[in-house]
Structure formats: structure tokens, C-alpha cells
């Protein structure tokens, strides 16, 4: 199984920031196959961006997803009220899919 | 609207079973594939099962394997998870998920739209 690592575990910082989350695999992901999600409080996860690169329809731009093999970056450009909240990223190029631990984004 | 409802969660003993359900509509049912995705309150997320479109390739979490079954009845838009033998780490909120990609071969995408989930709980 592919074990998705997240780090930080929290990230805090102001609106207005850049924020950079890691996902590092424990062995080499087809990049297209690597997701982010968002999940707030008290709400149900929100796909943001898949195959690495493409943002899910209707997210903003000021989130984007890069890397390859075993190390992804989702960025959040500007942080807005509303993007405090815990990211996972996602494999699904193997079964069983897995999914990192997460990263909260916390106001600072 | 594309919508999943998740029915028969509840309080369970150990040991026991449990059959859960998902209602799916507004969206072409049979083609997508399907998932079962859980989460401990104030937990991470955890990918426990996925199903293609006609149901032919499964696929399940390390920890379910041998004792949770996915299946689907396109017939009826329906999805569902038999759950046997469980155990008290099987304590979560489980969601219905679904996949993004149409007319896949495979259970093996990300998920863009979750329902709301079912409670679980497994207790003596």
C-alpha cells in the first residue's frame, strides 16, 4: 500500500499568505493520479484539485497542485477567510487508495 | 442536483453485521464508479472500498479485506457495503463517494461528490 505522509500537521499562518502543504509517497505515484481535498468544519470533504495539475470546476485559482513521483505541493496563493480548513492529498493510482494523515491551515 | 444518501448505519456489537446503503440520483449511475470512504470523528479520512461501473473490479482497504463487500444494483442507483465481523475500530462516519470519471473500467479515481455519511458504531 502507498502510505501518504502530510506535513506540516498544522500550518498557521494570516490571510493574505502563501501557503504551501507537502504530500510525500512512500513510493512512486503515476502523476496523474494524485488528488487534494478540502474538508472544513462540519462539512463534507470538497474535492479541489486531481490529476496533480487540474483544479476541480468551480476552485478558485489561487490553488494549485504541482510535483511528481513521490513528492506533491498543493499552494494556496492569497489564503482567504474561508480557506482555513484541513487539506488530505490522495492517491488512486494503486489499490487501495489511500490518503495522507492531513494538514489543518489554522488562522494565526 | 447529484445527490448520495447513506442509510443503515447504527449501534452494532462486536462480531455482528451491518448492510449499508446509498441512494444516488441525478447523475448517470451505472457510469462511474463508486466508493465507501469512512472517518473517525476528528480523524483523517480512510478509503475502505470502491466498485467499477458494472461492478466486475473491487477493491478494499488492508483493514476490511475478507470481511466488508461492496456491490451495486444499477437497476436501482443504488450502492452498498455488507459489513461482517466488526470490530470496534470500524467505528466511523461512512460515505457514499463518487467518482469523477465517466465510463471508467476501473474503481480507481478521486471522488467529487460525497453524501452526507451514516454513523456507525460498534459496541458491546
Known amino acids: 500500500e502507498i502510505v501518504l505522509t502530510q506535513s506540516p500537521g498544522t500550518l498557521s499562518l494570516s490571510p493574505g499568505e502563501r501557503a504551501t502543504l507537502s504530500c510525500r509517497a512512500s513510493q512512486s505515484v503515476g502523476s496523474p493520479y494524485l488528488a487534494w481535498y478540502q474538508q472544513r468544519p462540519g462539512q463534507t470533504p470538497r474535492l479541489l484539485v486531481y490529476g496533480t495539475f487540474t483544479r476541480a470546476p468551480g476552485i478558485p485559482d489561487r490553488f494549485s497542485g504541482s510535483g511528481s513521483g513521490t513528492d506533491f505541493t498543493l499552494t494556496i496563493s492569497r489564503l482567504e477567510p474561508e480557506d482555513f480548513a484541513i487539506y488530505y492529498c490522495?492517491?488512486?493510482?494503486?489499490?487501495?487508495?489511500?490518503f495522507g494523515g492531513g494538514t489543518k491551515v489554522e488562522i494565526k | 442536483e447529484v445527490l448520495l444518501v447513506e442509510s443503515g448505519g447504527g449501534l452494532v456489537q462486536p462480531g455482528r453485521s451491518l448492510r449499508l446503503s446509498c441512494a444516488a440520483s441525478g447523475f448517470i449511475f451505472d457510469g462511474y464508479a463508486m466508493h465507501w470512504v469512512r472517518q473517525i470523528p476528528g480523524k483523517g479520512l480512510e478509503w475502505v472500498s470502491g466498485i467499477n461501473w458494472n461492478g466486475d473490479r473491487v477493491g478494499y482497504a488492508d483493514s476490511v479485506k475478507g470481511r466488508f463487500t461492496i456491490s451495486r444494483d444499477n437497476a436501482k442507483n443504488s450502492l452498498y457495503l455488507q459489513m461482517n465481523s466488526l470490530r470496534p475500530e470500524d467505528t466511523a462516519l461512512y460515505y457514499c463517494?463518487?467518482?469523477?470519471?465517466?465510463?471508467?473500467?476501473?474503481?480507481?479515481?478521486?471522488?467529487?461528490?460525497w453524501g452526507q455519511g451514516t454513523k456507525v458504531t460498534v459496541s458491546s
Open positions: 490522495q492517491q488512486y493510482d494503486t489499490s487501495p487508495l489511500t
Open positions: 463517494a463518487k467518482d469523477r470519471t465517466y465510463s471508467s473500467s476501473y474503481f480507481t479515481g478521486a471522488v467529487d461528490v
